[in-house]
C-alpha cells in the first residue's frame, strides 16, 4: 500500500467527506489555495501582534490568559473542523487568530530570552518553505519517492515521540531529554525535525495539486489552506525551538 499524505488535515478522507458536503461549479485550484494560505497567515500574524505587544508590557504575566485561551481555542477549533469540513470555510480565520495569539507569546517570551531569535525563525521557516517548494516544482523531490517515504514514516514517528516525552513528563517520569536539550544529539534531532517538516509541505501541494486535478469543489480551498497552515506552524515552532538549543550552547 502506497503511503499517503503526512498531515492529517489533507488525506484522501477528509477531502471525501468535505467534498460530498461542499457544491458548485467553480473548482479548486493551488493559486487559490496560496491565496487563502496567506491571508490565514496574515490573521495569526496580526493576532500574534496583541500577545507579543503584551508580553513586554509592564506585566508580562498579563498574556498568559491570552495564550492559554489562543492554545484552548486552537486545539477546540482544529477538531471541529477535522470532524465537521463543512464549518472550515467559517471557522478557518478564527482558527488562525488563534493559532496567532499562543505564536505571538511564546515568540514574545522566547525573543526577550534571545534577542532577534522570533524573526530569525520567521525568516528560516520562509526561506525553507520557498526552497522545499521550488525543489518540489522542479521535479527533483516527489511526494511518491522513496525520500518522501522516509519523510511520512519519520513524520508519524516525531508524533508519537512527543506524545510519548509529555505523556512521561506528566507522570513525572521524565525521558527523551534530547528533545529539549542542547547537547550535539539534541540539535541533530532538532535539524532532523526541521528537515522533516518542511518536506511536509511536499506531501502537502502534491495532494492539493491532485484534487486540483480531479476538479474538486472550490470551498475546498479553504480546507487546504488549513492543512498548509498547520504545517507552517509547525516548521516555525520547530525552527524556534532549535535557534533555542544552539543559543543556549
Known amino acids: 500500500m502506497a503511503l499517503r499524505v503526512s498531515n492529517p488535515v489533507l488525506t484522501e478522507g477528509s477531502f471525501e467527506r468535505a467534498a460530498r458536503e461542499n457544491f458548485g461549479t467553480s473548482q479548486l485550484t493551488v493559486a487559490g489555495v496560496i491565496g487563502k494560505t496567506a491571508y490565514l497567515c496574515g490573521v495569526a500574524g496580526?493576532?500574534?501582534s496583541i500577545t507579543w505587544s503584551r508580553v513586554g508590557g509592564v506585566d508580562p504575566q498579563a498574556v498568559y490568559p491570552w495564550m492559554i485561551g489562543g492554545l484552548i481555542a486552537t486545539l477546540v477549533l482544529g477538531l471541529i473542523m477535522a470532524f465537521v469540513p463543512r464549518s472550515v470555510p467559517f471557522l478557518a480565520t478564527p482558527y488562525a487568530a488563534a493559532e496567532g495569539l499562543f505564536l505571538g507569546a511564546i515568540s514574545a517570551f522566547a525573543n526577550a530570552s534571545y534577542p532577534g531569535i522570533a524573526s530569525t525563525a520567521l525568516l528560516l521557516t520562509f526561506g525553507a518553505a520557498v526552497a522545499v517548494l521550488g525543489l518540489w516544482r522542479s521535479g527533483l523531490v516527489?511526494?511518491?519517492g522513496i525520500v518522501m517515504k522516509i519523510v511520512t514514516v519519520s513524520t508519524v514517528a516525531i508524533g508519537l515521540v512527543y506524545l510519548a516525552s509529555m505523556l512521561f513528563r506528566l507522570f513525572g517520569m521524565g525521558g527523551f531529554e534530547f528533545l529539549y536539550d542542547s547537547s550535539p544529539l539534541g540539535i541533530g534531532v532538532g535539524v532532523f525535525i526541521c528537515v522533516i517538516a518542511s518536506l511536509n509541505l511536499v506531501h502537502d501541494f502534491e495532494f492539493i495539486?491532485?484534487?486540483?486535478r480531479d476538479g474538486a469543489p472550490k470551498a475546498l480551498?479553504?480546507?487546504?489552506?488549513f492543512g498548509v497552515l498547520?504545517?507552517?506552524?509547525?516548521?516555525y515552532i520547530e525552527f524556534l525551538r532549535l535557534l533555542m538549543k544552539l543559543r543556549r550552547r
Open 221 to 225: 480551498e479553504w480546507h487546504a489552506a
Open 142 to 144: 516527489r511526494g511518491g
Open 46 to 48: 496580526l493576532a500574534a
Open 230 to 235: 498547520v504545517t507552517l506552524v509547525w516548521m
Open 209 to 212: 495539486e491532485g484534487r486540483a
